[in-house]
């Protein structure tokens, strides 16, 4: 609404002041995900009106990327009869470490993406848009404060559990940045001192190493390789059934017993990393997304009991752990949430 | 100074004016601690400028212990020359869940006190004095944070190894209290998940277990009363001499090696326990107090070798673990920080 409709002096106003006073505001989000792109428009409310989806290409350059999410964006835009006038900002994801005060990704490892001015890029399409850059987790976690359960605590976890394991602290409803943007790496925190698997990151023992999406399915191939006669085995059809964290937990609700077993060993790791998070900096609540959230039935119980074991005080113990109410959309919510105050 | 020497008009103040302008204004703290209590006065650059030290005994009743602190509090106000005009406010730290909003203990456990109006208590006394109250370990990270090495770092977290292993984590500068005032709670954090010790709190495997001044000694005593002819059995004369931490500390600088191992052990867990919190919040530094603080030394190499193992990011492998400036009187520090603004 312009100043005017908002004083009262909607009546008086031009045919060309009128249609701006229709403006829906709107708030972009470019979701960067290691292997998609989600780019959307969110109302004040959160509610995602519209996105699309294209491959997050390795290969592609960083700034050719943009160009194709800004194509997106606008074909967003035109599918619900706004322009660019109805942008309250853009935020943007990026897949690894940011730099939100400079609008810049500084570096993601799984892209091979050093060093891309994310702000100033779209800036130069559309230099009176504020642009607000932030790692994904972070976003998300920012997201389900603004608009998820988040809502109902001060300070919460939230942890995204996918290919990887992220994590975002929300401390006095203020996402936390750490020292040197490094905050909420629970994927990363140690769950298994003497016999921990390596990790990506070149250490062993790591969460992520134990209870990503990637750790779950890796150990469901090996039971399937070396236990040919095994239900699991049976259930894949040795291998020509398609393997992946969410066919594998269709196997552990159909009773597959190594299948049940593999995602309640992931529940121990993830209870181990939740109880150190509680005791340490006691959060109202722990909230779950990524795709492996959507199983969350099949380790809830594992990581309730070891939290249990784990934490001090009764308050701890009963802390609420919960899956995201933002669904598959909860990143592309987080990102468009970096540009809503 | 009062209002109107502020204003400029210091010349035509009374003689008794005169007096109160000359009052160096004092911040008291009273340091609560499971076998003593520290009362003093600090200067606004949290410089103690005295301070008296009494027993805490917990058969007490709580009103009369802080009836001797509020006499110890007057016996130092006197020696400074000063009375309770000078005061801009009294902290209290207490061992155990405070409620600082209430300005209530609500639970010390090793004391077995519950629910001590504090500062009700103190204001009877003198009305118009600010009275705050806080876990004793959160306001010494508190305090090193106004006073200590905390002040070069937006975040860090402070680590208390005495008797047990408490902690308090600033974040952005501000002490994080946590969703029910238990945030900080490194000492339970687990170290150990498989042949973890039992430790006071009913769980198995806490940090605290494993490497607080009461897991050191008693370690060493299980070495002493096992082998009787080991090095440390006989530097304790099969335990004829007193051992401690400290005394233990000894033994290890003269370089008996089961006292070395036990140092390096306890250095071990605490760079687990430590390497969680850097995962999780990517603090600035972490910082030690605490009577085993004078024994970092012994372990120092220790916590940084697992820590490099533990943390994903250069950044977080060469964070500063350093044991604080503020000494013997860090908590006394801290309780007086919590009215220093």
């Given at each position: 609404m312009s100043d005017r409709a908002q004083l009262g002096y909607a009546k008086t106003m031009s045919a060309a002041e009128q249609k701006t006073s229709e403006y829906t505001p709107y708030a972009a989000g470019i979701d960067i995900g290691g292997t998609k792109t989600l780019v959307g428009l969110a109302d004040r409310a959160g509610n995602v009106k519209i996105h699309r989806q294209f491959p997050t290409n390795p290969e592609s350059d960083p700034e050719a990327h943009l160009l194709k999410a800004v194509e997106a964006l606008n074909l967003c835009l035109g599918a619900l009869g706004a322009d660019i006038k109805s942008l309250i900002g853009i935020g943007v994801n990026v897949p690894g470490l940011a730099d939100p005060s400079a609008g810049k990704l500084v570096f993601a490892p799984f892209l091979g993406w050093r060093n891309v001015n994310v702000r100033s890029f779209l800036q130069e399409k559309w230099p009176e848009i504020p642009v607000e850059v932030a790692n994904d987790v972070n976003a998300c976690a920012g997201g389900e404060q603004k608009f998820g359960k988040g809502k109902y605590y001060d300070s919460f976890l939230w942890v995204t559990i996918s290919t990887g394991i992220g994590g975002g602290l929300v401390i006095n409803n203020e996402v936390v940045a750490g020292e040197h943007q490094?905050?909420?790496?629970?994927?990363?925190?140690?769950?298994?001192?003497?016999?921990g698997l390596p990790c990506g990151c070149g250490n062993n023992g790591c969460l992520e190493a134990h209870a990503s999406g990637t750790a779950i399915t890796r150990a469901a191939a090996t039971v399937i390789r070396n236990e040919p006669e095994s239900s699991l085995a049976r259930f894949f059809k040795n291998g020509q059934r398609e393997l992946s964290a969410e066919s594998l937990a269709n196997a552990a609700r159909q009773g597959v017993p190594e299948a049940i077993d593999i995602y309640e060993q992931a529940g121990t790791y993830l209870g181990r990393a939740f109880s150190y998070c509680i005791n340490i900096f006691n959060p109202g609540a722990i909230i779950i997304g990524g795709g492996v959230s959507l199983s969350f039935d099949l380790y809830e119980s594992a990581i309730r009991r070891i939290v249990t074991e784990g934490v001090i005080d009764d308050c701890n113990k009963t802390i609420p752990i919960i899956t995201t109410g933002l669904g598959y959309q909860a990143a592309l919510v987080g990102a468009a949430s970096l540009v809503m105050g």
């Open positions: 490094l905050a909420g790496e629970i994927g990363h925190v140690m769950v298994d001192w003497d016999k």
